[in-house]
């Protein structure tokens, strides 16, 4: 019987991560033994005592742990005050499965990645399908970022595309299951093992790209990743943070997403890799605004995009020193 982690970050959204939290008791989860923390990022309202309110009133005793923490320390860095601590275990769990607060299982999908980590030993981690309130599938398996992707996916034109398949980094919701590059952060499980061999998640990230950065290190240390999209979980995304794998790019992204871009690069392919995925980034988006012009229609890159990736991204490239500087 496997021992298993879920880790639910919150920041602002108490009462989904209340539901997230109560959609893993609800499910029976046969053949595992599962318990539940439950952080709370030091949110601006009164999240941290409605957690202890809830926690009283349902009774969920030990069930549930909870964390409130006083200070915000984004995505990653939150899920690895919870790691710690169970590293420190004389026994720790055998898997750690991570939810977002704005997603809620569907099925016993951690049973369902559980029972596979346990059958396959050189898989490092799984995540689950994915699909809206609504019911539509969205995307949860992906390859790795690469300049030659951003350049395609800057350019944003369906005939570059379709002549480049392989240059998409989301694979597509109908994707079956099988072995990926990556897999949504907002339902994954890892084996525990690995994932404390690794160090857990890099904490030069705030926001975004930390999964990626983390399953690509998983990767590289001989672990397969695999999607599994028997396993579901609803996920009203972007509820926590405003920002959206697809919503309309004319929106400014804050600067954060940025900088973990530059990051991501950085630690993955070094300064020179990241440079040139900046620059490939650039171009398609010109080549963008150009057909955009001429086709009369709005550009695809964010506003303010040539400003903030020249403040966020190229500026501290060209000064050097840490990733994580800037």
């Known amino acids: 019987m496997s021992e298993i982690a879920v880790i639910v970050v919150n920041y602002g959204t108490a009462g989904l991560a209340l539901a997230a939290v109560q959609s ?3 499910h029976q989860h046969p053949g595992h033994r599962v318990e539940v923390h439950l952080v709370d990022n030091a949110s601006p309202g009164e999240d941290a005592a ?3 309110a809830e926690h009283a009133a349902r009774g969920w005793g030990a069930r549930v742990t909870l964390w409130p923490e006083t200070q915000n320390h984004g995505f ?7 790691l710690a601590a169970l590293a420190a275990r004389d026994t720790p769990p055998d898997h750690v499965f991570l939810l977002n607060p704005d997603a809620a299982l569907a099925n016993e999908a951690i049973a369902i990645l559980a029972d596979f980590l346990d059958a396959h030993p050189g898989v490092g981690a799984a995540g689950s399908g994915i699909r809206s309130p609504s019911g539509a599938a969205l995307t949860a398996a992906f390859r790795f970022p690469s300049p030659a992707r951003e350049f395609v996916s800057a350019v944003s034109f369906g005939p570059l595309a379709r002549l480049f398949p392989r240059a998409r980094v989301a694979l597509g919701p109908d994707t079956p299951a099988g072995e990926v590059d990556w897999v949504a952060g907002a339902a994954v499980m890892f084996r525990f093992g690995p994932l404390q061999a690794l160090g857990g998640f890099d904490p030069d990230f705030f926001l975004y790209y930390e999964e990626v950065e983390l399953m690509h290190r998983l990767r590289a240390a001989g672990h397969a990743i695999w999607y599994l999209p028997q396993a579901q979980v609803i996920h009203a995304e972007g509820a926590s943070t405003q920002v959206k794998s697809l919503q309309s790019a004319r929106k400014r992204k804050p600067a954060y997403w940025y900088r973990s871009w530059r990051l991501y ?3 993955t392919r070094g300064r020179a890799g990241a440079v040139g ?3 490939a980034w650039i171009s398609g988006a010109s080549v963008n605004f150009a057909l955009a012009v001429l086709r009369r229609r709005e550009p695809a890159a964010p506003l303010h995009f040539y400003g903030d990736v020249a403040r966020h991204v190229v500026a501290p490239l060209i000064r050097g020193g840490s990733p994580a500087d800037g």
């Open 24 to 26: 893993v008791l609800d």
């Open 50 to 52: 409605v957690f202890a």
């Open 76 to 82: 990653g860095r939150g899920n690895n005050v919870v």
């Open 277 to 279: 995925a900046a620059l």
């Open 265 to 267: 690069y950085s630690k």
